[in-house]
């Protein structure tokens, strides 16, 4: 009762000290002083309850009731108590009430489970409706942030102050219904986790500079993605302009967790899988950078976490989700920050700034692959000629999410240019160039957005990554600029897509206009780029991870050209692509790249003929004939690991032809004709000879010329043409359905075409 007494007697000097508001400040303290009183009954019960069943007996939810009427009175309209009276309602009436049943584990088992839900959803009800009431009683529009938001703007009875502390009191009920569907979880089941990450996601679109929030979805986090996501939402919080101190112990956590796993990883690295181990090593970075450590041992970090990224994508599965793509990139970026700062302990880890880059090389690599798939893989009506054709064609494009991080790091090289230019920038002015001229003109975006999107000088909207990434602080100035929820019109993902596309141009702008070394020179009548400065010749470690980028590109390329051969082959014009192809040696010697996409696609069976080994093993003599060298050791690999889809013609694979060779290279095509009819008979359907589309192209020009030169064992085109065409005849003789089509292979779109 002392404290009771204390506490009003300051409350009264307190409200005489705001002049007195529309409320009578007996009443408010009346109410207080009840409020108090029920407050410590309500600790009475949690202490001396002899079960958790008794914590929910009516008389006890009664007296929560209580207290929670006399502290509501307090709160809206507000009061100089206002938050003393949501504190007594959150801790007392609900919050103090749950942590007993959840330190007790009980309940999670029946009946104590069954009260436990009615009071958390009791709780839910309540923060929902103070929502309305706090949006009502302060005039808001939240209308695009909130799940149930009405706009009460109209009314205009408060002024702009006012209205902050309004968002604020929002915020913290937001936070507090995060909280509860969290508790939920517990017992409902993890659908619960996403209700309440939307919450804590809806409290920073309210209050961005806040780390609260952070810090819970942290905790709700855990430990997905071995520690990152969590350790990126501490990481956040802490350099909130408002920071929760809680969360220095949290990530400290996580970094102690993380020990033993990079321990064994640095003597491991071959038994982990590349995105788990890139997962592991960031972690560590940011556990090494957030304390005093040698140069020598985190600048040895920094090299290897480029390539172990760069290692993730050589899969053609996607290692990371875009959420936790943005959140690896925004990492990386607080990483880089904190060795570049000034007065900072870690300003002599200049390296880790060129991680970053490596990352944007890499995710530029990507993107490059992404957009061409889509491009081969549209419909012939999006990709149409029309009035409408830029549209349909974004449409198409706007589904390629890994744009998103590529933005952010582009926005973050505009702004810190001046610290990373020496860090890898000609293969980042290279890739970038080459996605850059993937997209369409320029004026032809900018007429694709409305007045209120309009992108003159610079971007307007704020793009959902830039939501994301709202409070970073070397982004600030950026964001300062943009309209971000409530006030941004809805955008639909065409013109999202579009902006960002033009965010991206932006960079390729800003590249060209670099003095006095430029990146990239615009090329303003067609709106494309090219790469100005060379590739830094002398560093190993820049020519290393070039080489690497380089390598992952064309393995990517690779993977594209297969998906696009498959679609070739599943499509309705080539349904009557024959089980087995054989090859001549041609074929195989200048177009050895094409065979290994036909094998990767497993849709036919690729026979080499004996003929076309023994030319092979010919024309490797020739000091300056690579190609059949390059062809002899493929094959020699593919046949010692036993692939089903590339084999050698058998000793027994033959079947004779009837005609009469008059020349040895017609003897020699005979050869591999003579396998076609074998395996004709032997699967009773269509054999497909591979010629190359040069012979066809010197046949209708009637040349006699050898096919290629005197570097290959070849014959004349019309003896090429003559034996098709009486062979065909005489094969058909054995089997009346046979048919035999010369391939053609455009290496220009790999597309099959028949003759």
């Given at each position: 009762?002392?404290?009771?007494?204390?506490?009003?007697?300051?409350?009264?000097?307190?409200?005489?000290?705001?002049?007195?508001?529309?409320?009578?400040?007996?009443?408010?303290?009346?109410?207080y002083?009840?409020?108090?009183?029920a407050?410590?009954?309500c600790?009475?019960?949690?202490?001396?309850?002899?079960?958790?069943?008794e914590?929910?007996?009516?008389?006890?939810?009664?007296?929560?009731?209580?207290?929670?009427?006399?502290?509501?009175?307090?709160?809206?309209?507000?009061?100089?108590?206002a938050?003393?009276?949501?504190?007594?309602?959150?801790?007392?009436?609900?919050?103090?009430?749950?942590?007993?049943?959840?330190?007790?584990?009980?309940?999670q088992?029946?009946?104590?489970?069954?009260?436990?839900?009615?009071?958390?959803?009791?709780?839910?009800?309540?923060?929902?409706?103070?929502?309305?009431?706090?949006?009502?009683?302060?005039?808001?529009?939240?209308?695009?942030?909130?799940?149930?938001?009405?706009?009460?703007?109209?009314r205009?009875?408060?002024?702009?102050?006012?209205?902050?502390?309004?968002?604020?009191a929002?915020?913290?009920?937001?936070?507090?219904?995060?909280?509860?569907?969290?508790?939920?979880?517990?017992?409902?089941g993890?659908?619960?986790?996403?209700?309440s990450?939307?919450?804590?996601?809806?409290?920073?679109?309210?209050?961005?500079?806040?780390?609260?929030?952070?810090?819970?979805?942290?905790?709700?986090?855990?430990?997905?993605?071995?520690?990152?996501e969590?350790?990126?939402?501490?990481?956040?919080?802490l350099?909130?302009?408002?920071?929760?101190?809680?969360?220095?112990?949290?990530?400290k956590?996580?970094?102690?967790?993380?020990?033993?796993?990079?321990?064994?990883?640095?003597?491991?690295?071959?038994?982990?899988?590349?995105?788990?181990?890139?997962?592991?090593?960031?972690?560590?970075?940011?556990?090494?950078?957030?304390?005093?450590?040698?140069?020598?041992?985190?600048?040895?970090?920094?090299?290897?976490?480029?390539?172990?990224?760069?290692?993730?994508?050589?899969?053609?599965?996607?290692?990371?989700?875009?959420?936790?793509?943005?959140k690896?990139?925004?990492?990386?970026?607080?990483?880089?920050?904190?060795a570049?700062?000034?007065?900072?302990?870690?300003?002599?880890h200049?390296?880790v700034?060129?991680?970053?880059?490596?990352?944007?090389?890499?995710l530029?690599?990507?993107?490059?692959?992404?957009i061409?798939?889509?491009?081969?893989?549209?419909?012939?009506?999006?990709?149409?000629?029309?009035?409408?054709?830029e549209?349909?064609?974004?449409?198409?494009?706007?589904?390629?999410?890994?744009?998103?991080?590529?933005?952010?790091?582009?926005?973050?090289?505009?702004?810190?240019?001046?610290?990373?230019?020496h860090?890898f920038?000609?293969?980042?002015?290279?890739?970038?160039?080459?996605?850059?001229?993937?997209f369409?003109?320029?004026?032809?975006?900018?007429?694709?957005?409305?007045?209120s999107?309009?992108?003159?000088?610079?971007?307007?909207?704020?793009?959902?990554?830039?939501?994301?990434?709202?409070?970073?602080?070397?982004?600030?100035?950026?964001?300062?600029?943009?309209?971000?929820?409530?006030?941004?019109?809805p955008l639909?993902?065409?013109?999202?897509?579009?902006?960002?596309?033009l965010?991206?141009?932006?960079?390729?702008?800003?590249?060209?206009?670099?003095?006095?070394?430029?990146?990239?020179?615009?090329?303003?009548?067609?709106d494309?780029?090219?790469?100005?400065?060379?590739?830094?010749?002398?560093?190993d470690?820049?020519?290393?991870?070039?080489?690497?980028?380089?390598?992952?590109?064309?393995?990517?390329?690779?993977?594209?050209?297969?998906?696009?051969?498959?679609?070739?082959?599943?499509?309705?014009?080539?349904?009557?692509?024959?089980?087995?192809?054989?090859?001549?040696?041609s074929?195989?010697?200048?177009?050895?790249?094409?065979?290994?996409?036909?094998?990767?696609?497993?849709?036919?069976?690729?026979?080499?003929?004996?003929?076309?080994?023994?030319?092979?093993?010919?024309?490797?003599?020739?000091?300056e004939?690579?190609?059949?060298?390059?062809?002899?050791?493929?094959?020699?690999?593919m046949?010692?690991?036993?692939?089903?889809?590339?084999r050698?013609?058998g000793?027994?694979?033959?079947c004779?032809v009837?005609?009469?060779?008059?020349?040895?290279?017609?003897?020699?095509?005979?050869?591999?004709?003579?396998?076609?009819?074998?395996?004709?008979?032997?699967?009773?359907?269509?054999?497909?000879?591979?010629?190359?589309?040069?012979?066809?192209?010197?046949?209708?020009?009637?040349t006699?010329?050898?096919?290629?030169?005197?570097?290959?064992?070849s014959?004349?085109?019309?003896?090429?043409?003559?034996?098709?065409?009486?062979?065909?005849?005489?094969?058909?003789?054995?089997?009346?359905?046979?048919?035999?089509?010369?391939?053609?292979?455009?290496?220009?779109?790999?597309?099959?075409?028949?003759?």
């Amino acid at each position: 009762r002392i404290q009771i007494l204390f506490e009003s007697r300051i409350m009264g000097v307190a409200y005489k000290s705001d002049g007195g508001q529309s409320r009578d400040s007996n009443g408010v303290k009346k109410y207080y002083r009840a409020a108090l009183e029920a407050s410590h009954q309500c600790d009475n019960v949690i202490k001396n309850s002899k079960n958790l069943l008794e914590l929910f007996s009516p008389e006890n939810s009664q007296l929560r009731n209580k207290l929670r009427s006399y502290a509501e009175r307090l709160v809206v309209p507000p009061t100089v108590f206002a938050r003393k009276g949501e504190d007594l309602i959150w801790k007392k009436v609900f919050y103090e009430v749950l942590a007993h049943c959840r330190s007790t584990k009980a309940h999670q088992t029946e009946p104590v489970k069954l009260s436990y839900r009615t009071h958390v959803m009791a709780a839910v009800g309540y923060y929902q409706h103070l929502l309305l009431k706090l949006q009502e009683h302060y005039c808001l529009n939240l209308c695009g942030v909130l799940d149930f938001a009405v706009d009460y703007t109209v009314r205009n009875q408060v002024n702009g102050d006012e209205q902050q502390e309004g968002c604020r009191a929002v915020h913290r009920t937001l936070l507090y219904l995060g909280d509860l569907a969290r508790y939920q979880a517990e017992i409902e089941g993890e659908s619960f986790h996403l209700l309440s990450a939307r919450f804590y996601y809806q409290a920073l679109l309210i209050c961005p500079l806040e780390g609260r929030p952070h810090n819970q979805l942290g905790t709700l986090a855990g430990g997905n993605s071995e520690g990152v996501e969590a350790a990126y939402h501490y990481m956040r919080c802490l350099s909130s302009q408002v920071p929760f101190t809680g969360a220095g112990d949290n990530l400290k956590a996580i970094f102690n967790k993380n020990i033993a796993l990079s321990k064994d990883v640095m003597c491991n690295p071959e038994s982990y899988q590349p995105p788990k181990r890139f997962l592991i090593c960031l972690l560590l970075l940011a556990d090494k950078l957030s304390g005093p450590v040698s140069i020598s041992e985190v600048d040895q970090l920094v090299k290897g976490l480029g390539g172990d990224f760069a290692d993730c994508y050589t899969d053609s599965k996607e290692p990371f989700s875009t959420s936790l793509l943005l959140k690896i990139v925004t990492m990386a970026i607080m990483l880089a920050e904190n060795a570049l700062a000034p007065n900072g302990d870690n300003n002599q880890h200049k390296l880790v700034p060129s991680f970053v880059i490596e990352i944007m090389i890499t995710l530029l690599g990507q993107a490059v692959s992404q957009i061409r798939e889509k491009m081969i893989f549209a419909t012939n009506d999006v990709l149409a000629a029309g009035p409408s054709a830029e549209e349909r064609c974004l449409q198409v494009l706007s589904t390629v999410s890994i744009l998103l991080p590529i933005k952010v790091l582009g926005d973050w090289i505009k702004i810190r240019h001046h610290l990373i230019a020496h860090h890898f920038t000609g293969a980042l002015w290279h890739s970038l160039a080459e996605l850059l001229n993937l997209f369409p003109h320029t004026q032809a975006l900018l007429n694709m957005l409305n007045e209120s999107l309009s992108f003159v000088n610079h971007q307007k909207v704020a793009l959902p990554e830039d939501i994301a990434i709202r409070g970073l602080s070397p982004l600030s100035s950026l964001h300062s600029q943009l309209i971000f929820p409530p006030k941004t019109p809805p955008l639909s993902l065409v013109e999202e897509f579009t902006i960002r596309v033009l965010c991206l141009k932006s960079v390729g702008q800003f590249a060209a206009s670099l003095r006095p070394k430029p990146g990239l020179q615009l090329h303003t009548v067609n709106d494309t780029y090219s790469v100005i400065q060379p590739f830094p010749p002398h560093d190993d470690r820049v020519r290393s991870v070039t080489e690497r980028t380089m390598k992952a590109m064309a393995q990517q390329k690779l993977q594209l050209d297969v998906k696009s051969l498959e679609f070739s082959v599943n499509s309705n014009q080539y349904d009557s692509l024959s089980p087995f192809l054989v090859p001549v040696t041609s074929t195989v010697c200048l177009h050895l790249r094409t065979v290994k996409l036909l094998v990767a696609t497993q849709r036919s069976v690729i026979i080499i003929p004996k003929q076309v080994i023994q030319d092979l093993d010919t024309l490797k003599k020739c000091r300056e004939n690579h190609y059949s060298r390059e062809a002899i050791k493929y094959f020699e690999s593919m046949f010692k690991n036993g692939s089903w889809w590339l084999r050698s013609q058998g000793d027994q694979d033959i079947c004779p032809v009837n005609e009469q060779p008059t020349c040895k290279e017609m003897s020699d095509f005979l050869n591999i004709l003579s396998c076609c009819l074998f395996l004709a008979k032997k699967s009773q359907g269509i054999v497909t000879l591979l010629v190359p589309d040069d012979a066809v192209s010197a046949a209708k020009n009637n040349t006699a010329q050898p096919l290629y030169g005197t570097l290959y064992i070849s014959m004349p085109i019309s003896l090429y043409i003559s034996l098709y065409l009486s062979l065909s005849l005489s094969l058909s003789a054995y089997l009346p359905d046979l048919s035999i089509y010369i391939l053609f292979v455009y290496l220009s779109h790999h597309l099959f075409k028949d003759l």
